[in-house]
């Protein structure tokens, strides 16, 4: 930290915020200008008092940081990008992973036909909310455990990792054993306990930006989850709300950039929960490959006009097997590669048909 004194500062008050800086436990440099005099703190920051509060002093002009204020997910802490592997799906390197699937899990079949087309067109992981933070509480909350239990049917059937969002602290432990990436929701990107719950897990965290949140924030929600000893962290840009109306949030491709140059944790887009509209999907995805993104969240169902929820950005299977495509040329261009899609059970060899008829016929 800086303190920058007011000009006029006497001697006796320079020695004066000396010993306060010396109070909490930094040692002060005095270095004396023509004009001001400025106290450096050196000491660190992630152990000591804050500094901030001299501001408060007459004698003090600005009290100026001159490290980051989130330590741990900085590029200054670690120039590499941190691996993070999300099952068999390995984030932060050269691999470019789209994580496909519909905003709701609403019955097997639909998650089994999205899984198959999503996996078909190259999408590495699934998603789906089994618990579902809507804005209005007369629209569809999500099926709970049921939901849970459909993905581990899915995730069995399919090989796909699943990434689902966790809304309440109480839901952390039976969720831990279903899922590969808990998803913090944008809702819930400063809900600093259930941050703590879920970094306690060890699991890997996908962590949405608010959707009023600074990228500032962003990071030190991130660093919330690694103090907690938890690096395992996938940043997710989503698009933040602003005055335009055109899209349903503002996809901040600035923050991508941002992201990948001050933070070592890998960076993904979902470009449809920032366009809250199809037509702009494909375009914004390349936007946010060029700009430097690890990976997508792209929402998909097998009848979109038919969804829970999030239907109207919703691509259809023919219309996300056509992004597969479309970005390509752009991943090619950025030295990134599309893996290929973690294999199914072994355990099982039954088609898709015959384990919705197994499953119907339990239920
Ligand atoms: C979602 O992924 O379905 C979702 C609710 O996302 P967000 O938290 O970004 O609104
Ligand atoms: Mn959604």
């Not at 049917?153 to 899922?179: C, F, N, W, Y």
């Not at 290929?340 to 008829?357: I, V």
Request: hydrophobic share 40%; proline share 5%.
């Amino acid at each position: 930290m800086i303190i920058v004194l007011k000009s006029g500062a006497s001697e006796a008050d320079i020695q004066g915020v000396a010993d306060e800086v010396r109070q909490c436990g930094y040692e002060p440099h005095i270095i004396t200008g023509v004009a001001r005099t400025v106290v450096a703190a050196v000491g660190d920051e992630t152990t000591q008092k804050t500094l901030e509060t001299l501001a408060s002093l007459p004698v003090v002009e600005n009290v100026l940081p001159i490290q980051k204020r989130y330590k741990l997910v900085s590029r200054e802490a670690q120039t590499e990008t941190t691996r993070v592997q999300a099952g068999p799906c390995c984030f932060g390197n050269r691999d470019f992973h789209v994580i496909a699937g519909p905003c709701s899990v609403e019955n097997l079949e639909q998650m089994l036909t999205v899984a198959d087309a999503a996996k078909a067109a190259g999408a590495t992981l699934l998603r789906g909310g089994a618990y579902k933070p809507r804005t209005s509480p007369y629209d569809f909350q999500g099926l709970g455990e049921e939901g849970l239990e459909i993905l581990q049917t899915v995730k069995q059937r399919t090989g796909l990792p699943i990434v689902t969002e966790v809304v309440s602290e109480a839901d952390v432990d039976p969720m831990r054993k279903i899922v590969d990436v808990f998803q913090v929701g944008a809702r819930n990107m400063m809900n600093y306990s259930l941050l703590g719950a879920v970094a306690r897990t060890g699991l890997p965290v996908l962590l949405k930006r608010g959707l009023a949140a600074t990228i500032e924030e962003w990071f030190l929600a991130a660093e919330y989850l690694a103090k907690q000893g938890n690096s395992q962290i996938i940043l997710c840009e989503r698009g933040i709300r602003t005055f335009e109306r055109a899209t349903r949030n503002t996809l901040d491709i600035s923050a991508i950039a941002i992201a990948k140059q001050e933070c070592n944790l890998p960076v993904i887009a979902d470009p449809s929960h920032a366009a809250g509209r199809i037509d702009i999907i494909n375009g914004l995805s390349r936007a946010a490959i060029a700009a430097g993104a690890d990976g997508l969240m792209i929402e998909v169902h097998p009848h979109p006009e038919k969804a829970s929820s999030d239907g109207s950005q919703s691509l259809n299977q023919d219309q996300f097997s056509r992004l597969m495509q479309d970005i390509h040329p752009i991943l090619t261009a950025c030295g990134r590669r599309l893996p290929e899609p973690a294999g199914g059970s072994t355990e099982t060899d039954t088609p898709t048909h015959n384990l919705l008829n197994r499953k119907e016929s339990q239920a």
